[in-house]
């Protein structure tokens, strides 16, 4: 059986997590008439900032964002792999 099989027959209520990389809150708040689907989505559900991590990387981000741990315990620092004790 796959995800969306087993979800099917699922009532319980469902969170949505969506992040756009780059894409500053208040460049959104600022245009709404630009960014109509997000700024339905944002007064129709909840939302806030969120403050990054050190390095502030995208490809160190997400993966904290996702699993709540820092890039020391993910390993990932950013888009280039480091050899250890080489910094």
């Not at 129709?44 to 050190?54: D, Q």
Request: hydrophobic share 30%.
């Amino acid at each position: 059986m796959g995800l969306f099989d087993r979800l099917r027959d699922d009532d319980d209520d469902r969170v949505v997590f969506l992040g756009i990389d780059g894409v500053p809150l208040d460049l959104v708040e600022d245009h709404p008439d630009v960014f109509e689907n997000l700024t339905d989505i944002a007064e129709t559900g909840s939302g806030g900032r969120l403050e990054s991590i050190v390095p502030p990387e995208s490809s160190a981000c997400w993966p904290s964002l996702t699993t709540g741990k820092n890039p020391g315990a993910t390993g990932v620092y950013g888009f280039q792999d480091r050899e250890v004790d080489s910094y």
